[in-house]
Nanobody
Framework: QVQLGESGGGLVQIGGSLRLSCAAA????????MGWYRQAPGKQRELVAT???????TYADSVKGRFTISRDNAKNTVYLQMNSLKVEDTAVYYC???????WGQGTQVTVSS
């Protein structure tokens, strides 16, 4: 079965950094485009970033220049490096197989002054 597990969330100060990880099992990871989403309380879930099989990336305008998505196929893991964090980045972050309806359980990121 397909399993996705996020980790690395926590509490950080404004301007700080955090790296999220998502470990995948039960899939041919290197064949899958992957994505990161986030959802703040009372708001719609939004796409943050994607990375394709060959490393092509896309970013939401709100995080462009601050976040970097990457993948390590040898470890079946996708990462989200988050820099210059803002209060508006506070949300539960989820990873997803981009073209399939499989989601991780999410990891909480809280940015505070």
């Amino acid at each position: 079965q397909v399993q996705l597990g996020e980790s690395g969330g926590g509490l950080v100060q404004i301007g700080g950094s955090l790296r999220l990880s998502c470990a995948a099992a039960g899939i041919a990871f290197s064949k899958q485009p992957m994505g990161w989403y986030r959802q703040a309380p009372g708001k719609q879930r939004e796409l943050v970033a994607t990375i394709g099989m060959y490393g092509t990336t896309t970013y939401a305008d709100s995080v462009k220049g601050r976040f970097t998505i990457s993948r390590d196929n040898a470890k079946n893991t996708v990462y989200l490096q988050m820099n210059s964090l803002k209060v508006e980045d506070t949300a539960v972050y989820y990873c997803k197989i981009h073209t399939l309806d499989y989601w991780g359980q999410g990891t909480q990121v809280t940015v505070s002054s």
